[in-house]
């Protein structure tokens, strides 16, 4: 029996994009490169970030670990005040901005918006706030007065307006792990609103910093463990067998298409369609029906067919369920698409969870330029379930001609997200 | 502690809160604010680090007494002579 809603608008029929919106500049820090050159050679040279990594009470495990340099755009004292996540966002926005060409001095500081994704926020600084007042018998007395400031939760966005002076709106997306996408379709749709002309857009994480994150995938039996770090993070490998917890940060600038034309900008791409759905099915467990509905949405909203797709950048962790599950979703898009090919760039830096969406897409955007599908690393045994026919393991593929790129980003909660980016002309 | 140990443990403390600053230079009988960028978070993280580093409680009806590093240590010397120096 098929339901009649009343609220009729059937999935797939929204409108086409109001505006166009371009991707004009990039930011990054990644555990395995600090700007989108370096993070690009490594993708495609298969270089991991991943290394040992010791927390508190957790002890010995791994971790894809940033060593960008935060005293590049902060002083020593706003470090020590804020936050990894407020850090990890000033660099990467900063980056964006200078990568853009926008000559900052003549930017409306109130029409520049920041939409910044993220998993989860305050972990980190309540963690340390409790170890350090268990050194005064939980006196509450010596807790900070800098934690509120720093675990609200738009502190990371907040972190970058008051570094860069910028006075429209900010704030960010809480989105579990589809939060990278979440920012960037943000800072779209704000731009489309007219609620800004310049968007800083993508997501970031701290999430390395926080032991809970380890001691909760650990107690759910999907925390990777490997004895060489690089091998740790195998999405779609028949032994993989968990997450690797990153951090990082992608920060996209975007502009009106037409705003950035007329300024002679370098364009990365356009963002021609999206989609963000739930799965309302399970906490943790993914819903590969609802993720294949979102990729569909997506492909919907940009009016594109599976074939069009050049290049999809999945999400998998590494866990063995849900490997499986956004390959069983794919297949069903993608099953008869000759032409679409597969990666993974979680195999590379870990799960960079609210930064994941952003930093994986920034991963592929200059295959735009060179025609090259970076691989997924660590597929020493393809798990069947996950042997989808464009899957590109262990070595990148040539591709020639690279015109759509689609990134899957999903989190928990059953929150799924697709964006689709399109080569432009004027293209770097 | 002597009223130099005290300057130097609030020295310490400012070489920890404002990590930018050249406080070689600092003039005793001059505001704080008036030589270093301190706002009001920074003047609370002095009086936490005194309660952490000493158990000295400082009631916020005194929090203008430590405006200048002659009116801090003058006003610090009777709760602070009779503890020991901790070695940061």
Redesign the interface.
Known sequence: MITQYSNSHIPGERPPLMQRIVITGIGVTAPNGNDLQAYRASLLDGRSGVAPYEIRYFGKTLAGVCDFDARKYQ???DI??GTRAGSVGVYAASEAVADSGLVWEKINPARVGIYVGVTEHGNVETENEIYEIKR?NYDT??W???HNPRTVANNPAGEIALNMGIIGPHYTIGAACAAGNAGLIQGAQMLMLGECDVALAGGVSESIHTFGIFASFKSQGALAEHDEPARASRPFDLQRNGIVVAEGGGIFVLERYEDAAARGAKIYGEIVGYAMNTDATDFVLPNPDRQAQCVQLALRHARLNPEDIDIVSTHATGTTTGDAQECQALRQIFGNSAKTYFNNTKSFIGHSMGAAGALELAGNLPAFTDGVCHATINVDELDPDCALPGLVTNQPRELGDVRYILNNSFGMLGINSVVIIKKTSGQV | MTNDDIREVVLDILA?????EDLSQLQDDVAFRDQL?LDS?DF??IV?EL??RYRVQIPEEDYPQLASMASTTSYLEPLMRDLEKVES
Do not use: N
Request: overall charge positive; proline content about 4%.
């Open positions: 002083s020593r004292k020590r005040r005064y007395a010596f900070s007065h800098h | 920890d809160i404002a990590p930018d960028e978070m609370l993280d936490m309660r952490k």
